[in-house]
């Protein structure tokens, strides 16, 4: 099984910012996409941003102009740069990621990493 590997998450203020860095184990395996989501407590988790292999992003409208995605397709890693934090970016985030490794077809998920905003 592909397993994600995330780190970067803490306590910070309101107003700034952290990085939140996710990578891909395994030999031959591609990833079509990569993403981040996030959960509350008593919550769905919901849809936060997402890159495809060929670059292109989509964000949630929650942090569309706060919050930026980014891989290195060659390291099979994703970030998620976090800027202008809001006590209502508290939750835990999970890195997700689909593709394939050989003729199998993935979708995996992080264990999650926790992300604290205070006011």
């Known amino acids: 099984q592909v397993q994600l590997v995330e780190s970067g998450g803490g306590l910070v203020q309101a107003g700034g910012s952290l990085t939140l860095s996710c990578q891909a184990s395994?030999?031959?395996?591609?990833?079509?996409?990569m993403g981040w989501y996030r959960q509350t407590p008593g919550k769905q988790r919901e849809f936060v941003a997402r890159?495809?292999?060929?670059?292109?992003?989509i964000y949630a409208d929650s942090v569309k102009g706060r919050f930026t995605i980014s891989r290195d397709n060659a390291k099979n890693t994703v970030s998620l740069q976090m800027n202008s934090l809001k006590p209502e970016d508290t939750a835990v985030y999970y890195c997700?990621?689909?593709?394939?490794?050989?003729?199998?077809?993935?979708?995996?998920w992080g264990q999650g990493t926790q992300v604290t905003v205070s006011s």
């Open positions: 997700n990621a689909d593709g394939t490794v050989l003729w199998t077809v993935f979708n995996s």
């Open positions: 395994g030999s031959t395996v591609y990833i079509n996409t």
């Open positions: 890159v495809h292999s060929g670059g292109s992003t």
